[in-house]
């Protein structure tokens, strides 16, 4: 298997894995408890929009177990800066560490923390995570290596 990458289509409540343009897996998901639109500010409870990254994975998660999303991304940052939500320092810092596939700072007003992590489904609840079922989330996190790109369409 090529490295798999990842699809969430939120309206959808779904997340495929595919290895290259072959669908291997769905998985159905629960989003932030504000579902509709971009993630903008920390506390929104939307779950974010764009290209990102898997940067960590976490066996001793709230939620059973997580694989870290790498919000947020370069296109947040501008936004950020350009509304006057972060400063120029944080800016930097996020693209910096996007161009090097780290962690991007977490503790912005843009928000951070966000995951796909088990806890369930059926209702959205997180503050802005992808929660799946436990038994889908430890599929996942053994099959998906850190580095794994994820796209969230709306």
């Known amino acids: ?19 290259g343009d072959k669908l291997v897996k ?9 579902p509709v639109g971009a993630k903008e500010t920390e506390g929104d409870g939307k779950t974010p929009e764009g290209e990102f990254y898997i940067y960590t994975k976490n ?27 972060i400063s120029q320092t ?3 810092e996020i693209v910096d ?3 090097k596939r780290k962690m991007p700072p977490q ?19 997180t503050y802005g995570c992808a929660a799946l079922a436990d038994e889908d989330i430890r599929e996942l996190f053994n099959a998906i ?3 794994t ?6």
């Open 1 to 19: 298997m090529t490295l798999p990458r990842l699809i969430i289509t939120k309206k959808d409540r779904k997340l495929e894995v595919f290895d």
């Open 26 to 34: 769905t998985f159905r998901i629960s989003l932030g408890f504000t």
């Open 59 to 85: 066996e001793k998660s709230k939620f059973y177990l997580s694989l870290g999303v790498s919000y947020p991304g370069v296109s947040d940052a501008e936004r950020g800066l350009s509304e006057g939500l």
């Open 90 to 92: 944080e800016y930097d």
């Open 97 to 99: 560490d996007v161009l």
């Open 107 to 125: 503790k912005t007003q843009l928000g951070g923390e966000i995951f796909l992590h088990g806890g369930g489904t059926g209702k959205d609840w």
């Open 145 to 147: 290596p850190i580095g």
């Open 149 to 154: 790109p994820i796209v969230i369409s709306p």
